[in-house]
């Protein structure tokens, strides 16, 4: 939804200088048609696009593209029709392909970790990518025996990256990836460490496996959960190289991978970071949710223990509490009213709130720092089509439609934002570059309409505005 709303947007702000809500009484609208009843296509998106452009097109008087029903074709009617027509892609896609967001990646040197590999795509049905050395490794490199031999010396060195030959071109279409390796001295591979650091993870979820001679998962699992920021990290599970397919199957099964639920999400504003965090499935989530999706909340959050931050809430919520070893990441209810954020490790009595997805420990640890600090606390929320309008991380909501004033100076500037203003705009977009900052500002003012309905966007330049943004601004 945001890759096509911000193109959209994106269309409108580069492409139209004055702005205009293109009356739909240039082109008769039957009410006979419901727009719900018509599928859409490229040519009408681009029909559309040339109309709001005022491009010359082709004869639309038989077209009803006035899909919000406000009589008018505008940039939101761009945006909807996009819609649209993704979703009517993204169903056809999933008629068509089955475990299309599923991938095994994985890396075997001797082939055993490759058969359960491939067991894993034939009970699935996904894609696969086999992790291979740019420079391959030899019964030489893999002598455990020789202190000196490559994978030894690679092991020893938690810095090692040993390059891949090879990329996964289209990994943002995977929701999860089956990441294999053997282990080695007890942990995962380093090339396994570079495939982890070659990719964004962050909204994946990540099912380790491996085989082995006697070692187990446990260490490398840490590792992983350490290395890169994961959305979710399932439990993996080490496998003898004679594993049966059955036994594979059981333990996919066990997963339940394809029943991921629509979570609420909400972002957390520290020390000039945001970090982003996914909801519990409790009633105190739940109301925690309630009490930020309208209004931001700003907490101070005390040190305690050298392993969480912890602050009072302006209200109880339900407790469920159970005894939890919390991990870094996790945010938790304690005592009913109180919020705890974790950066290392403690086990006590607690309900769930949520879990921080997009940091590792280390960096988690690293943007909270010493001390007390405070935090804000909003619901994620993308586009709203009643209110036409979308949520920053700030906490402010930005309206999805405005003017964008680059190429525009003096009068043209003055008039283009006046009109904006008087067909309810309220979005205005300017840069110092542009110009035209001080126009924009005196067709405000005449405007009478509040300030503080009025969306300024503006762009600072590099130097001595940077030094100062405050005075810039």
Not at 18 to 42: G, R
Not at 167 to 195: A, C, H, K, M, S
Not at 435 to 441: I, K
Not at 455 to 472: L, R, S, W
Request: glycine residues 6%; hydrophobic residues 35%; charged residues 25%.
């Amino acid at each position: 939804m945001k890759n096509f709303l911000f193109s959209a947007f994106t269309i409108f702000i580069s492409a139209i200088s004055v702005f205009s809500c293109a009356k739909a009484e240039n082109y008769s609208i039957s009410p006979m048609t419901k727009t719900s009843d018509v599928n859409y296509t490229v040519e009408d998106l681009k029909n559309l696009r040339d109309f709001l452009l005022t491009k010359p097109a082709e004869d639309l008087s038989e077209k009803n593209y006035d899909l919000d029903g406000d009589n008018a074709w505008t940039v939101f009617d761009l945006c909807l029709m996009k819609r649209q027509i993704s979703d009517m892609n993204n169903i056809q896609d999933n008629e068509n392909t089955e475990q299309e967001n599923i991938l095994v990646a994985y890396f075997s040197r001797t082939g055993n970790t490759e058969k359960i590999a491939e067991k894993i795509v034939d009970i699935t049905g996904a894609d696969v990518f086999e992790i291979e050395a740019e420079n391959p490794y030899t019964d030489e490199d893999i002598a455990y025996h020789n202190s000196s031999c490559r994978a030894n010396l690679e092991q020893a060195d938690k810095a090692a990256r040993p390059e891949i030959a090879g990329e996964i071109e289209n990994i943002e279409q995977y929701d999860y990836v089956f990441l294999g390796y053997p282990i080695w001295w007890g942990e995962e591979p380093r090339i396994i460490d570079t495939f982890l650091e070659s990719y964004d993870f962050s909204d994946k979820t990540v099912i380790p496996f491996c085989t082995s001679g006697s070692s187990g998962i446990g260490t490398s699992e840490k590792n992983i959960r350490e290395l890169v920021p994961i959305g979710e990290q399932l439990a993996g599970k080490r496998f003898e190289v004679d594993s049966t397919e059955d036994e594979i199957s059981d333990w996919i099964d066990s997963l339940e991978i394809d029943n991921k639920k629509e979570v609420q999400k909400m972002n957390i504003s520290v020390n000039g970071h945001i970090l982003k965090a996914e909801l519990a499935d409790t009633q105190a989530a739940k109301e925690l949710y309630e009490l930020i999706k309208s209004k931001p909340l700003t907490l101070t959050l005390n040190e305690y223990g050298s392993f969480e931050k912890v602050g009072k809430l302006p209200q109880s919520f339900t407790k469920n509490d159970e005894q939890i070893t919390a991990q870094a990441g996790d945010i938790m209810l304690y005592q009913g009213n109180q919020m705890t954020i974790f950066y290392g490790e403690n086990s006590w009595s607690y309900t769930r709130l949520g879990k921080i997805k997009n940091v590792t420990e280390k960096e988690l640890a690293e943007i909270f720092g010493d001390g007390n600090v405070t935090v804000t606390i909003s619901a994620e929320r993308e586009f709203d089509f009643e209110t036409k309008t979308v949520m920053l991380n700030s906490g402010y909501e930005m309206p999805i439609m405005g003017l964008g004033t680059y190429s525009l100076t003096d009068e043209e500037c003055y008039n283009s934002v006046t009109a904006l203003l008087e067909n309810g705009g309220r979005l205005i977009d300017t840069a110092y570059m542009y110009g035209n900052e001080a126009a924009v500002g005196r067709a405000i003012r005449d405007s009478n309409v509040p300030r503080e309905e009025i969306f300024v966007i503006t762009k600072i330049y590099p130097g001595e505005q940077f030094a100062n943004p405050e005075k810039a601004i």
